[in-house]
């Protein structure tokens, strides 16, 4: 048995009575398979949305008429691979009953009870009308409408109607031909009204929607994340760049360019000018061994060149990994 | 790349949240809509209590009345104050006390439903339904239109138009309308049979392409039935059966197919086959 702690991506065989260790920085990458979980979540969230739009109305809008009929029309998303499609219909009192499918075809239908079977036949969206007396009852002089809704829907009340119970909250109101539109959410509701001529002229005046900040909120929110997470991104990337480019970088920014150098020294040798040359060239600074390696010089050489321009205040050195790193002096101009 | 996932999961996850959220932030338009609603509600309860018991209101809807009217008043304050929530708590409220007071008003006459409406509202009734016969009509008509056979059906359509203006004065000297009706939705429907003839072609050529792609698919599926050894009465049947759509397909018997594939849905329900195209 090994006593070496290793990470499972070193991937060393282990014998039959190995002991597994796993970071916990790498569980996740162990584990899951990352690229598999993002490729499932990607493909559940495009298909929410489809399997949520599908047989449910994306658009429902009744009218009631001062009889207290009420027409209704309604578009509805269809699987079109499918060859009918059973809608279930507001009451049992059905009139005027009209689908239309694809390229504006008129589709057949077969309604039972509060049931209507459309012959859709690879129609995606067909859009249906048809006239109900089974939504508004009446009392005395009490108008009621009653609908469970499967969607959010609109509601056109009759000319002179005064609403004078109602059990949810609506979402908007406007008015179309001095005719009160409300749109609902989704459930039960139910509404009392009342015909008056009192109100001829005092119908509720129209209210401009607010415009709802929420899905704009979510969208800012969104942007803020990705904005959040390429930020992230780059700067990992640049953290993982070459240590030497990132130096490499701020330096030139700040070093003088190389004919400044010769002309602040003119007394330099040729080849120190060569070495200062090369150094400027690998971003400013440059390791001895390197040096070394580039012009071909002996180590005692090439470390009394180092230390005379280490004098000419040219460069500077420091340690790294055991190893003299030449820099060229970032404030040169204002030392001469 | 460990991060870059965990920020792609973050995104999905609060990408398939996010419509959900926006959802119940729908009901969160205008509130002020409902302070006028509710004010109007008031008004109107008011107009009708006076009409009903003048000065002698009963105790108890009295006490309801005032219980909606301060709720109006705590819905004005409760928008002034910009406490939605509040609002929301207060129009239902409102409206809840100004429904019961409507339906203990109207609770002496009989709750009826629209088709038993027939003596005092019948003009009324039959304006309304000249008005959504004349919709429907127009919806046919734009139909029409876009298949360009509107010149064949052009007659039809304006003697609806002129019966329906005819039945609307007649409606106004009150005379019987019951046969004009009748004529009425008779022409309607002939035109709806006209629509469908004359884009049958069209129409046929869509049903029978989609016809023949579904029987392919259900063939295969009722082979591999056969292959896994299902009921194998029952694939015989669904094999005649398919054969029998292939070849009313072949005659353009469109109508016939679709009977014949009814039969079929019974038959492969029965083997346990489920066909979707794909």
């Known amino acids: ?72 029309s309604m578009e509805i998303d269809i699987d079109p691979s499918l060859t009918d499609y059973e809608l279930n219909l507001f009451g049992k009192t059905i009139d005027n009953f009209v689908v239309i499918g694809d390229e504006e075809f008129l589709l057949d239908v077969n309604i039972i009870d ?3 079977l459309i012959q859709t036949f690879g129609s995606s969206v067909i859009s249906v009308e048809y006239d109900i007396y089974d939504l508004v009852s009446k009392q005395g002089k009490l108008w009621t409408f009653s609908l469970d809704s499967p969607t959010d829907f609109t509601l056109l009340l009759p000319i002179n109607s005064a609403i004078v ?16 539109q409300i749109s609902l ?49 780059v700067r990992n990337k640049q953290k993982n760049l070459n240590p030497k480019e990132s130096i490499q970088k701020s330096q030139k920014i700040l070093i003088l360019d190389i004919e400044t150098i010769f002309t602040l020294k003119p007394n330099l040798r040729e080849d120190d000018k060569e ?36 004098r000419e205040g040219i460069i500077e050195i420091e340690k790294k990994d055991l190893q003299n790193l030449v820099k060229l002096r970032k404030n040169m101009e204002q030392e001469q | ?54 000065n002698q209101i009963p105790n108890n809807i009295e006490i309801l009345y005032q219980k909606g009217h301060l709720s109006v008043q705590s819905l004005n304050e409760s928008l002034s104050n910009d406490d939605i929530e509040k609002a929301k708590q207060d129009f239902l409220l409102a409206m809840n006390s100004f429904m019961q007071i409507s339906r203990t008003i109207s609770q002496s006459s009989e709750k009826i439903t629209m088709t038993a409406i027939e003596s005092d509202e019948s003009d009324k009734k039959i304006s309304n339904e000249l008005d959504r016969l004349e919709k429907s009509v127009k919806m046919l008509e734009i139909i029409s239109k876009k298949h360009n056979e509107i010149i064949q059906n052009q007659d039809k359509f304006d003697k609806v138009y002129s019966l329906i203006k005819e039945m609307r004065n007649q409606i106004v000297t009150g005379e019987n309308l019951i046969n004009n009706i009748i004529e009425l939705r008779v022409l309607i429907d002939s035109i709806k049979n006209d629509i469908r003839e004359s884009v049958a072609e069209k129409q046929s050529n ?62 492969l329900q029965n083997i346990g086959i489920s066909v979707k195209i794909t």
């Open chain 1, 275 to 310: 070495f200062v040359k090369f150094i400027f060239n690998n971003g400013g600074e440059a390791l001895e061994s390197e040096l070394r390696k580039k012009f071909l010089q002996p180590r005692t050489t090439m470390w009394r060149a180092v230390k005379r321009l280490e």
């Open chain 1, 1 to 72: 048995m090994t006593s070496l702690i290793e990470p499972i991506q070193s991937k060393n065989p282990l014998g039959d009575d190995g002991i597994l260790f796993v970071r916990n920085g790498s569980m996740f990458d162990t584990m899951v398979k990352t690229p598999l979980l993002v490729a499932s979540m990607i493909i559940v969230a495009a298909l929410l949305p489809i399997q949520s739009s599908f047989s449910s109305p994306r658009d429902l809008n009744l009218i009631i008429y001062p009889d207290g009929t009420t027409h209704v």
């Open chain 1, 165 to 180: 119970g109602m059990s949810n909250l609506p979402i908007n109101m406007k008015l179309v031909d001095e005719q009160n």
């Open chain 1, 185 to 233: 959410s989704s459930g039960k509701t139910e509404i009392d009204y009342f015909f008056s001529t009192s109100i001829v002229n005092n119908p509720v005046s129209e209210i401009k929607p607010e415009i709802d900040y929420f899905p704009y909120l979510i969208i800012i929110i969104t942007i803020l994340f990705i904005s959040f997470g390429i930020i992230i991104f």
């Open chain 2, 1 to 54: 790349m460990k991060k870059v996932a965990l920020f792609a999961i973050t995104i999905l996850l609060f990408g398939t949240i996010s419509p959900s959220l926006a959802n119940h932030a729908y009901g969160q338009n205008d509130p002020s809509i409902l302070l006028r609603i509710a004010v109007q509600a008031d008004q109107q309860i008011v107009n009708q209590l006076n009409f009903k018991y003048g």
């Open chain 2, 206 to 267: 869509n049903l029978k392409r989609f016809f023949e792609k579904l029987i392919d698919k259900i063939d295969q599926k009722v082979m591999e039935a056969k292959v896994l050894g299902r009921d194998e009465i029952e694939i015989t049947k669904a094999n005649d059966l398919i054969f029998e759509i292939r070849e009313l397909l072949s005659q353009n018997e469109i109508t016939k197919a679709k009977t014949v594939y009814s039969e079929l849905k019974i038959v």
């Open chain 1, 114 to 116: 509060d049931s209507a």
